[in-house]
């Protein structure tokens, strides 16, 4: 099947850094990703929906300056977590679709924000 | 809007019992509806999906699900379970099949498994 790497697996930084994360496709071409955001022992929140070249749409509630989303290539997608606070902290996962609508999920990406 | 409700949070079955975890839909045609898992700290196997045609679907892991549109409802069952079943899922409704249509998600059940 096809597999989505995500990089880093963990992070922790201190507040008022900002923080990056990648997705990637490693062997197929992802015309859509999405990030997710999950709280522990909630469910995916949607944060956004990125198409190779164009700007990410956010969902509302999500701060687009403070989450910058970068979808520079159909193998590459990134989430800056800009200014990260405590409140940051969680469980982010992308996922990645090539034309259907079939999501395939990265491993996540624990961030912790000291 | 569509969305999803997954009744049970916690269900916590003995190895070698069968297994039914419930989903009920809610959108005005016709969904498209995936089973996903968890285990602690990873990200989201897909189990199973339904797109159209026969109502039982048959997933990895040896999982099915049954689409029942009179009930709105697409639960997933396993005739018996095994202690790597321990996980959370998920189920998820889209509202269409393109790779740009988004996916709502249930709030998930947490299977535990009794030795």
């Known amino acids: 099947g096809a597999v989505v790497s995500q990089h880093p697996s963990r992070v922790i930084c201190k507040s008022g850094t900002s923080v990056k994360i990648e997705c990637r496709s490693l062997?197929?071409?992802?015309?859509?990703m999405f990030w997710y955001r999950q709280f522990p022992k909630k469910s995916l929140m949607l944060m956004a929906t990125s198409n190779e070249g164009s700007k990410a749409t956010y969902e509302q509630g999500v701060e687009k300056d403070k989450f910058l989303i970068n979808h520079a290539s159909l193998t590459l997608s990134t989430l800056t977590v800009t200014s990260a606070h405590p409140e940051d902290s969680s469980f982010y996962i992308c996922?990645?679709?090539?034309?259907?609508?079939?999501?395939?999920f990265g491993p996540g990406t624990r961030l912790t924000v000291l | 809007a569509q969305s999803v409700t997954q009744p049970d949070i916690h269900i916590t079955v003995s190895e070698g019992a069968s297994l039914e975890l419930r989903c009920n839909y809610s959108y005005g045609a016709t969904p498209y509806l995936f089973w996903y898992v968890q285990s602690p700290g990873q990200g989201l196997q897909l189990l199973l999906k339904?797109?159209?045609?026969?109502?039982l679907v048959q997933g990895i892991k040896g999982f099915e699900a049954e689409f029942k549109r009179s009930q709105s409802s697409f639960n997933l069952r396993k005739p018996s379970v095994h202690w790597s079943d321990a996980a959370e899922y998920f189920c998820?409704?889209?509202?269409?099949?393109?790779?740009?249509?988004?996916?709502?998600f249930g709030t998930g059940t947490r299977l535990a498994v009794r030795p």
């Open positions: 062997d197929f071409q992802a015309t859509t």
């Open positions: 339904y797109f159209s045609g026969d109502t």
């Open positions: 998820a409704v889209a509202g269409g099949k393109s790779s740009g249509d988004k996916l709502t």
């Open positions: 996922s990645a679709a090539s034309l259907t609508i079939e999501q395939f």
